[in-house]
């Protein structure tokens, strides 16, 4: 019913930008809390970066003041702007979505994931 579309990842040098994109489609009447994880191999899952629906945001302590969140409410997508990219930010990439369906359920969605890899 729901389903959250990644885009952006990709292969860039050290030092290096990349934006991601997640957009959400489907019988959606809300979408809360949206956010991006990452996991690299060996390692569990965890939280980049997250934003609700008003705006207010989160970030891991690894990548404040690096990496921005955003969000477009009338396009139901979010947004992760990652700039001074290091190798330990190589990882897939994860979108997460709170959406509240038009038949009034609500559920966690995940994006496929994409692959960011930093190196030289």
């Known amino acids: 019913q729901v389903q959250l579309v990644e885009s952006g990842g990709g292969l860039v040098q050290p030092g290096g930008s990349l934006r991601l994109s997640c957009a959400a489609s489907g019988s959606i009447f809300s979408v809360y809390a949206m956010g991006w994880y990452r996991q690299a191999p060996g390692k569990q899952r965890e939280l980049v970066a997250a934003?609700?629906?008003?705006?207010?945001?989160n970030y891991a302590d690894s990548v404040k003041g690096r990496f921005t969140i955003s969000r477009d409410n009338a396009k139901n997508t979010v947004y992760l702007q990652m700039n001074s990219l290091k190798p330990e930010d190589t990882a897939v990439y994860y979108c997460?979505?709170?959406?509240?369906?038009?038949?009034?359920?609500?559920?966690?969605?995940w994006g496929q994931g994409t692959q960011v890899t930093v190196s030289s």
């Open positions: 997460n979505a709170n959406i509240e369906l038009v038949s009034g359920a609500g559920y966690d969605y």
């Open positions: 934003i609700t629906s008003g705006g207010s945001t």
